[in-house]
């Protein structure tokens, strides 16, 4: 359920936010440095316990509803022997089993409900840990580009080419692994509501 792929783009958007460049800036002879967005959350500590802790809660979302899947399985194929070799209509006309059927209708729903909150919850969280991330990033950041007398901060993935003096990445990940090698990850719920 890990999305790298969002989890990142959601980082380019809090860094490019917090280093905009500015007219006056551009105007006076920008010194740029590049970041590897990438390499900076995969390698730094903070990124690692991240990852660590979000496949944690998922396996334990996994686990919570394990057993109802497992349910439904068992159920399913108890319906599928009493209806085996009998017709639509001779189901119909079966009361209990259609009352089975109905029952099981109703927990498959419930299960896929279920399943939808937690992958919502999954994605809360997610998004919740990378918030934080991003908040201990920015102060790194900003004294990469004090250290480099640096006015901007470019993703690396968005430039054509860059001289290894210019990439500031390994700088980034050492300064947040000294300040920030972990990162609270709480698993986040859906606001509960109230029925109508």
């Known amino acids: 359920m890990i999305r790298v792929k969002s989890i990142l783009a959601t980082l380019a958007l809090a860094v490019s936010a917090a280093f905009a460049v500015s007219p006056a800036a551009t105007a006076q002879g920008t010194k740029v440095v590049v970041i590897d967005r990438v390499q900076t959350f995969t390698q730094s500590q903070a990124g690692q316990d991240i990852r660590t802790k979000i496949q944690a809660i998922e396996t334990t979302m996994q686990g919570e509803l394990q057993p109802l899947a497992t349910a439904l ?38 299960f896929e409900r279920k399943r939808q909150i937690a992958a919502q919850e999954l994605a809360l969280t997610e998004r919740k840990a990378l918030v934080d991330f991003n908040n201990a990033l920015i102060p790194v950041l900003q004294q990469v580009i004090a250290e480099n007398s640096a006015n901007v901060i470019l993703d690396k993935s968005q430039v054509v080419y860059v001289d290894d003096a210019t990439d500031v990445t390994q700088s980034a990940i050492t300064k947040l692994n000294a300040s920030t090698p972990t990162v609270q990850v709480v698993r986040q719920s859906l606001p509960t509501q109230q029925p109508q």
């Open 73 to 110: 399985q068992t159920d399913g194929a108890a319906l599928r022997t009493k209806s085996e070799g009998k017709t639509q209509e001779t189901v119909r006309a079966d009361a209990a089993l259609m009352s089975e059927i109905e029952a099981y209708s109703r927990k498959a729903n419930d």
